[in-house]
Nanobody
Framework: QVQLVESGGGLVQPGGSLRLSCEASGSIFSINAMGWYRQAPGKERELVAVITSGRLTYADSVKGRFTISRDNAKNTVYLHMNSLKPEDTAVYYC?????????????????WGQGTQVTVSS
């Protein structure tokens, strides 16, 4: 079994900062990519940022304000969010493209966290 556990969401004023964390645990053989998506009310889930082996990708709406980083030893990905705007309000989901194992098999698939609410409001 593999689990992704997120933390760090909350309420922040416009212009403020938050840091989200997501730890992957379980029978993990390797992690190919980890990233963050978000879904605002009435909108589709969208990519925020993703990190693969040395490559970072950001949505245009967060470039220059958000930074994604990863601690490989801890199987943890972080999202540092600065200069937050009301339009950043959403449920943020962690995603991991990883290979799990069990006995003699391995399996590569996507996993999702439960989501953490980020609200930017004065």
């Amino acid at each position: 079994q593999v689990q992704l556990v997120e933390s760090g969401g909350g309420l922040v004023q416009p212009g403020g900062s938050l840091r989200l964390s997501c730890e992957a645990s379980g029978s993990i053989f390797s992690i190919n990519a980890m990233g963050w998506y978000r879904q605002a009310p009435g909108k589709e889930r969208e990519l925020v940022a993703v990190i693969t082996s040395g490559r970072l990708t950001y949505a245009d709406s967060v470039k220059g304000r958000f930074t994604i980083s990863r601690d490989n030893a801890k199987n943890t990905v972080y999202l540092h969010m600065n200069s937050l705007k009301p339009e950043d309000t959403a449920v943020y989901y962690c995603n991991a493209d990883l290979t799990s194992y069990g006995g003699s098999w391995t399996s590569r698939q996507d996993y999702w966290g439960q989501g953490t609410q980020v609200t930017v409001s004065s």
